[in-house]
């Protein structure tokens, strides 16, 4: 799981970032050189993009509404098209502050809260501004993403006019729900994942964060300030509100992006096709051979069997005894690939997509689509696509390897993405290509290059030896 500082290096330094681990996805890893982002169409010597100028997106909603979730994954995607965009969680600034396995006073939280947790909230705030004005100023940033709470209307006017005197433009984004149903799942699946509940019971760490979420209702204030630029998410994507947000292109590939996120849970599965019956020969486009049919069957119980161990376990540690979510099968349009996919369609699982289209529209549905997902594709398609879930920099999406013995698994975290693999057991070995050594799992290891200067927000990493090769041209049209 992630790393965070300990106490000297939290008193020795201004900044208190994120760091990526094995398993887990680098969108918070601090690159070390320039470098063309995966879906990037052009460089600029400021490092900004769209004729936008500086942008700080600030979240707005009570906890467990998944605004982190949402500037995770709003960073990742205006990462993958080249802007430099770093995420600054206060929640890692509190954690920092008052040191490792220590908490704030009891009253922290609470708006009438003692002169000390006043002090201690305003320490931690500016902070936290620091840093954010450091990577707009000092490291040619173009989107800071403040993501916090912001309760209060008169707090939210006061930081846009504070960002304008630096000629900075503010965008807020209220995650909104009032659908328990959904904040219960969020708190189960996603929240007690956070740091602040390591070593914690599920039971447990679901009645403190709802505790949490009770102490600021009374006070929260939703967004409705007519001369501020802000989004409002209701119920996880089911209605969208925009004021204002006319200040440029990149402010609208924002919104286009949003109106495809949702921030329900859901698991992603990444699975090769089987083998066809004239391997050597990409262009026949021929059927699965009797090994690859044996496969596909073997792959599918496999990933069954998986997924109802997990609604077991998930069961024993005290969630809820719901069903299994459905699970949507997308496939190339290749032979192979749409076979390999026939065994689950007659146990009534749907196969339908195409995958033979461009990037970014694939991304958007990616992201819409809010069943359990399972991708059956040629290896080059996995890489690019995997490549965007755990924010894996451009040089390495080309190495990225998936033998047929293995389903990789990509499961939504309270601040990441994380990925394992389920082993197919019983393949033919000469069914399974060779996986390099340093890359069992397809993860680039903790501190490797990202796609940009300050486009993450890890810790000062090691020295990595960077790959020599370079990105393939699968990023900007998928040909499967």
């Known amino acids: 799981m992630d790393t965070l500082l300990t106490a000297e290096l939290a008193a020795n330094s201004p900044r208190f970032r994120r760091k990526s681990s094995t398993l887990v996805d680098a969108i918070h890893d601090l690159p070390e050189r320039m470098e063309m982002a995966p879906a990037q169409l052009y460089s600029t010597e400021s490092g900004r993009l769209f ?119 503010t965008l ?119 090994q690859g049919r044996e496969y596909a069957k073997t792959m599918s119980d496999a990933l069954l069997k998986h997924r109802e161990e997990e609604k077991r376990d998930l069961k024993e540690q005290g969630g809820p005894d719901t069903p299994l979510k459905p699970l949507t099968v997308w496939t190339s349009t290749r032979r192979r690939t749409v076979e390999t996919s026939e065994y689950l369609e007659k146990l009534g699982y749907k196969s339908y997509h195409d995958l033979a289209v461009r990037l970014e529209p694939i991304i958007l549905e990616l992201e819409r689509e809010q069943n359990d997902l399972l991708i059956i594709a040629h290896e080059s398609v996995l890489r690019v696509l995997y490549g965007y879930l755990m924010a894996c ?25 994380e990925a394992k693999r389920i082993q197919i057991p019983g393949l033919p070995q000469q069914m399974v290509p060779a996986s390099p050594q340093d890359i069992q799992i397809p993860v680039p290891p903790s501190g490797a290059i990202s796609p940009m200067p300050g486009t993450g927000t890890g810790t000062p990493q090691e020295t990595v030896n960077e790959p020599s090769h370079k990105i393939a041209d699968a990023t900007s049209r998928l040909t499967v």
């Open 393 to 417: 920099n451009a040089n390495d999406i080309p190495s990225l390897e998936f033998p047929r013995n293995e389903i990789v698994e990509i499961i939504p975290a309270s601040y990441n993405n």
């Open 51 to 169: 004729h936008s100028g500086r942008i700080v997106i600030v979240t707005v909603g009570l906890p467990a509404r998944g605004k982190t979730h949402i500037s995770v994954a709003l960073a990742r995607y205006l990462r993958w098209l080249g802007v430099k965009t770093r995420a600054f969680h206060l929640g890692d600034y509190r954690r920092a502050t008052v040191g490792p396995g220590k908490d704030v006073p009891d009253d922290y939280f609470f708006v009438n809260a003692s002169a000390a947790s006043v002090l201690l909230r305003q320490k931690i705030l500016k902070r936290c501004r620091e840093d954010i004005y450091q990577f707009l100023n000092h490291e040619n940033g173009q989107v800071a993403i403040y993501d916090a709470v912001n309760p209060l209307s008169a707090g939210r006017k006061s930081l846009a006019k504070e960002f304008a005197k630096h000629d900075v433009q």
């Open 172 to 290: 807020f984004i209220e995650s909104a729900c009032d659908d328990e149903r959904i904040i219960e799942e969020n708190v189960r699946s996603v929240k007690i994942s956070s740091p602040d509940y390591v070593g914690w019971s599920a039971d447990d760490a679901v009645k403190a964060y709802l505790a949490r979420v009770a102490a600021k209702i009374p006070h929260f204030e939703t967004m409705e300030e007519h001369d501020l630029n802000y989004i409002k998410m209701i119920n996880a994507g089911e209605r969208m509100m925009v004021n204002n947000c006319s200040f440029g292109y990149l402010s609208h590939r924002i919104v286009f992006y949003l109106l495809n996120l949702h921030i329900k849970s859901r698991q992603t599965y990444f699975v090769r096709a089987g083998t066809s019956s004239e391997t050597d020969s990409y262009k026949a486009d021929a059927s699965l051979s009797d």
